[in-house]
């Protein structure tokens, strides 16, 4: 028995299941190769840096300023086109009198002269001018306004009166050409009011273009401050 109990006993060992089976190994203070390398560690952005950053980001998605340029581009031109080109050559379908667009003031008389020295021809080709090119422009300088006190001007009064002010000049700029329009057509009659919106016209203009030129100067100026500081 003992012989038989002898030789069982390495068996049963073997099929006895050990104390830590099952377990997951205990992490000991050995640390495996390459462990022990510290974490880089990442630069610290500074404030200048970071100004740098949403500048450069800023150049990439576009600036306002270009915006601005091509209203200001856009507007100048339709100004060139519509008083340096279409109205003046007007005179030569008149027997040399201006249109009333370019003058300050007239009277009934002026607009009877002018109406007897144009015939039908004339008188359509004026009205086409004043349909297209006496339109774009007015609605041109809104925009240009805008832009400018919206890219220039904090918000608030001076932002929505700059708006009020080109709102205004498109409104006077437009009505004028209707009024001139009605008062050709009567033979003079309705010359003044057609002349005190013409007036306005002209003060309106130069008015916003001085006003747009201050706006403009004063981001300059700002921005300058902005990059010295």
């Known amino acids: 028995m003992s012989q038989k109990n002898r030789r069982r006993s390495p068996k049963n060992s073997k099929n006895k299941p050990r104390p830590d089976a099952g377990r997951s190994p205990q992490v000991t203070g050995e640390t495996e190769p390459g462990a022990g390398v510290a974490p880089a560690k990442r630069p610290r952005l500074s404030v ?75 008188h359509g080709q004026l009205n086409w001018v004043h349909k297209t090119a006496g339109v774009i422009f007015p609605l041109f300088v809104f925009a240009c306004v805008s832009g400018v006190a919206a890219w220039s001007l904090p918000r608030g009064a001076g932002r929505w009166a700059s708006y009020a002010a080109g709102a205004l000049f498109a409104v006077v700029d437009i009505t004028e050409n209707l009024l001139i329009e009605a008062a050709l057509d009567a033979g003079g009659e309705g010359a003044e009011l057609a002349s005190a919106f013409t007036s306005a ?29």
Do not use: C, N
Request: aromatic share 8%; glycine share 8%; no cysteine.
């Open 48 to 122: 200048g840096q970071a100004r740098q950053d949403l500048q450069a980001s800023g150049q990439q998605q576009g600036s306002p300023g270009m915006l601005i340029i091509a209203l200001l581009g856009v507007t100048l031109f339709m100004f060139f086109y519509l008083h340096v080109i279409a109205l003046p050559q007007m005179s030569a379908l008149s027997g040399g009198l201006p249109m009333p667009d370019h003058r300050f003031s007239y009277g009934a008389a002026d607009l009877a002269e002018l109406d007897s020295a144009m015939d039908a021809a004339a």
């Open 201 to 229: 016209r002209w003060i309106l203009l130069v008015a916003l273009a001085l006003w747009a030129v201050l706006m403009i100067a004063g981001k300059v100026r700002r921005l300058l401050a902005e990059r010295r500081a």
